[in-house]
């Protein structure tokens, strides 16, 4: 056998213990005496609510945080001494939530960090190729060079590099690979490309653990589950004996929620509300030609954009933002815009403010009380919004950073949402967001649609599109279909997006 599946099958079983791992950040037990073992030839889904300690514990397991109190044994035998290098050293890596690329740097530059043999004349061509490998292995034809600069590229490319890079071999074997919400940003062809590799490679003796709070692909892909809350392991077992409804009941928080299909029965539009006729929001055309469709969104809709990552709808969003500021011959946008970050380290988060200022830059108008902002009234918007969409912290004056990258998401939303903005632009928004926070979000979107608030919404998951009342499929940066909501179908969307190009 060739390529990363047969380099896997010649590595020594791999199995990994962690014993009564605790860490805490100041008054937060980010882990409360923590009990996992992995075996080979096993996928562990880890789930749980945003801040239940799950990436808390991957950065204890690859080495990039230290634990308070642990002992880890790997292969049988317990380590005195456990970092970053013994992990890269045992074949234990890691795809963090977080992408960890140098965006200044190629692809292949980016390979090389991980691999310090690759030196001497040709390196950067020896790293191209191993980068590719790995990428033509587990995404086919994904279309990404091994010159690219990384900055360049859509977040779904760079989460495609991320994941390659870490089944890349040269000196050190992989054995165990964490993926912390590894398909955040991949549309669902890509990560079904992703899936069938990850269980192919199990199958050839690899250990690997699944953080996803898609729990759709926990049950589809995981040999067993383990559940977390509160920095504790609350449940686990046989994937085979658990649902989604019991998946969501043993992380709590989560079953009063109806579903979408109950009240798409019950009215015909979730949320009971009848499908939008208000005045004209949004019309943008995505792009010049004079035959291209073009996006109408009217008040009070909530307008879906869909199709393969990467083929125009964050760039529509833009352009919508953009217009907002000054008028252009291929747009009409009629109120103010506020935008949900799906990369929000990047374009979301200020990195160095508190969460309270993260929620409220959107808004400052509102706290000026002659030339000076009212810390008072920034306070009072920022509990609001704490208690509406939980944010989970002692202190909203804490840093940002100190959030979770779930909970990081939900400010984002706050800030958005505790504006004035009468149309929201959401970015495929729901990166690391957990189940309930989920459901909650969309309840908050159907009852500001339902008040007249406007909203498009690019998104990767197919039940999110159920909660629109139209969806547009892009493909290569123009709308190939425009669906009415009766319409709109996994193989609808997946034959629009596919046909253009057919």
Known sequence: MT?????LMVLHATKIALTGARKTFGAVHALDGVDLAISTHECVGLIGHNGAGKSTLMHVLAGTLTPDEATIAVNGETLTRYGLEPARRLG???????????????????ARIMHPSLRGFGWRRRAGALIAAALDEIFPGHG????????????????????????????????????????????????????????????????????????????????????????????????????????????????????????????????????????????????????????????????????????????????????????????EINQKVALVAGDRQTDGIFPLWSITENIGVRSLPRFRRGFLLSTEAEDALAAEWQQRIKIRTPDMRHPILSLSGGNQQKALFARALGSDA????????????????????????????????????????????????????????????????????EDSIISASFAEAA
């Open 92 to 110: 234990i890596r890691c795809v963090f939530q977080e992408l960890s690329l140098c965006p200044n740097l190629t692809v292949a530059e980016n």
């Open 144 to 331: 990404i060079a091994a010159d690219a600069i990384v900055g360049d590229l859509s977040i779904g490319k760079r989460q495609m590099i991320e994941i390659a890079r870490a089944f890349t071999v040269t000196t050190a074997p992989v054995s165990l690979v964490i993926l912390d919400e590894p398909t955040s940003s991949l549309d669902g062809h890509t990560a079904s490309q992703l899936f069938a590799f990850l269980r192919r490679s199990v199958a050839n003796g690899l250990s690997s653990i699944l953080i996803s709070h898609m729990l759709g692909e926990i049950i589809s892909t995981s040999d067993r589950v383990v559940v977390m809350r509160d920095g504790r392991i609350v449940t686990s077992g046989p994937t085979a004996a658990f649902d989604r409804n019991k998946l969501v009941v043993a992380m709590g928080g989560a079953e009063a929620h109806a579903s979408v299909a109950e009240t798409d029965a019950d009215e015909g539009r979730p949320g009971g509300v009848a499908a939008p006729t208000g005045p004209i929001q949004v019309r943008i055309r995505p792009k010049r030609q004079p035959n291209d469709r073009v996006l109408v969104a009217h008040e009070g809709e909530i307008v879906g954009l869909a199709g393969l990552a990467g083929h125009g709808q964050t760039d529509l969003l833009l352009a919508v933002f953009d217009a907002a500021k000054r008028r252009t011959g291929r747009s």
């Open 3 to 7: 390529g990363l599946i047969g380099s």
């Open 422 to 489: 009468r149309i929201v632009l959401m970015d495929d928004p729901m990166r690391g967001v957990d189940i309930g926070t989920k459901l909650d979000v969309y309840d908050l979107v159907r009852q500001e649609a339902k008040a007249g608030r406007t909203f498009l919404w690019y998104t990767t998951e197919m039940d999110e599109l159920n909660h629109c009342d139209r969806v547009y499929v892009f493909h290569n940066g123009a709308i190939v279909a425009d669906l009415a909501r009766a319409d709109v179908s």
